[in-house]
């Protein structure tokens, strides 16, 4: 059975480093013109942004867009060829005890496949004076007491992810990085992960969280920072961001379709069945035909709800259902990311389509690069 956050979210104060440097925005990450290149490769190119606490910040992009390099810049894992990546106004270098700042799964099968669960965790412990108790809280936490004792050398992924989230909860920070943390996890798991963040970030905490899975993104993350080519695309919530789609269409449902729809096309709109209707199991069937009650359903593009409205009224033709409908985040990240995606034709990519939700995952032997270069 997994737990709940023990222990009171952490209250930090500022805190001088070298008599000059000063903490003012304690749990604030801020990335100014961050640069990172290797050999050729710019993997990070001048990526300003700032994610604050008390909220979910999700962290998206194609595969190549430096995601993952910008969170090993932020944790001190790399060294920025210019800019600055500081968390609280401290380099992570800075902090007198990182642990307790910062908390950050950027690689879940990074640990000895030889130690068991415990040990690993108290390992950890040790090296920032943390308590051993504190270890048996977090694998209540993440609901792995039961194999504690097991080496993680035989783990799932999905429990190597939770070790994970435990080791980054150790020091009960206020900032937390997560470099997808639902990889592997069932979906019992996903909807966990998702409650934790969510819980953490109501706390004041600041979570900030990169994921493929759109769908999951989009329950989840208040904010939401959009990078391609290690070039910043959007920062903005998450309902902006799919507002800024022009991906936007009105479901209309009426038992007069044909005579509707030419009104609607000498309006200067679109119409097409709505594919939602059609999965009835019937070949047979109409498209955008209603079995229950024998109007049709079609989707309108170019015109707006009130304008559909007011020409069905015009005509006496009856409505059953006038919704207009947004992109999904699915949709809104595959357009605006659309000239920024390195592997593969984007276009294709779109017209084939993946897993509902669900963004490609990176190749098997594309990975292992990506932690020593780019995202």
């Known amino acids: 059975m997994l737990g ?81 990546a500081t968390i609280g106004g401290l380099t992570y270098a800075q ?22 669960a415990r040990n690993h965790l108290l390992f950890l412990a040790e090296t920032q004076g943390f308590a051993p108790r504190r270890v048996d809280e977090v694998l209540d936490l993440v609901g792995l007491r ?27 920070p206020a900032v937390l990085l997560l470099d997808e943390p639902v990889n592997g996890l069932d979906p019992e798991g996903i909807r966990w992960v998702r409650t934790l963040m969510r819980q953490l ?11 493929h899975l759109m769908s999951e993104m989009a329950v989840t993350a208040d904010h939401l920072i959009v990078i391609g080519r290690g070039r910043l695309i959007a920062e903005s919530s998450t309902n902006e961001f799919i507002q800024r789609s022009s991906d936007r269409s009105v479901l209309v449902r009426t038992p007069d379709a044909d005579r509707l729809g030419k009104l609607i096309v000498s309006a200067g709109g679109t119409i ?16 955008g035909a209603s ?62 389509g993946n897993q509902p939700g669900e963004l490609p995952s990176e190749l098997p032997s594309e990975r292992p690069s990506e932690e020593r270069s780019m995202s």
């Open 4 to 84: 709940r956050v023990t222990g009171r979210a952490p209250e930090w104060r500022a805190r001088s480093v070298r008599e000059t440097i000063v903490a003012e925005a304690p749990g604030l990450i801020e990335a100014h013109e961050l640069t990172k290149r290797f050999g050729d490769k710019v993997a990070v190119d001048h990526l300003s942004f700032t994610v604050g606490p008390g909220r979910v910040t999700g962290f998206l992009g194609p595969n190549g867009a430096g995601k993952s390099t910008t969170m090993r810049l932020i944790c001190g894992l790399d060294r920025p060829n210019s800019g600055t």
């Open 95 to 116: 902090l007198q005890r990182p642990l307790h700042v910062v908390g950050a799964l950027l690689e879940a099968r990074a640990l000895h496949p030889g130690r068991t």
């Open 146 to 172: 039961a194999v504690a004792r097991k080496r993680v050398g035989g783990f799932s992924l999905g429990m190597t992810q939770r070790l994970g989230i435990a080791a980054a909860m150790l020091g009960n």
């Open 201 to 211: 970030a109501t706390e004041g905490r600041t979570v900030f969280v990169s994921s």
């Open 272 to 287: 097409q069945p709505d594919d939602a209707s059609t999965g009835n199991g019937n070949a047979t069937a109409d498209p």
């Open 291 to 352: 079995p229950d009650d024998g109007a049709t359903s079609i989707v309108v593009t170019g015109l707006p709800a009130p304008r559909i409205g007011e020409l069905a009224a015009s005509a006496s033709i009856v409505l059953y259902e006038l919704t207009p409908r947004l992109a999904s985040l699915e949709e809104a990240f595959m357009e605006l990311t659309a000239d920024s995606v390195e592997y593969g034709d984007s276009t294709a990519r779109a017209a084939a």
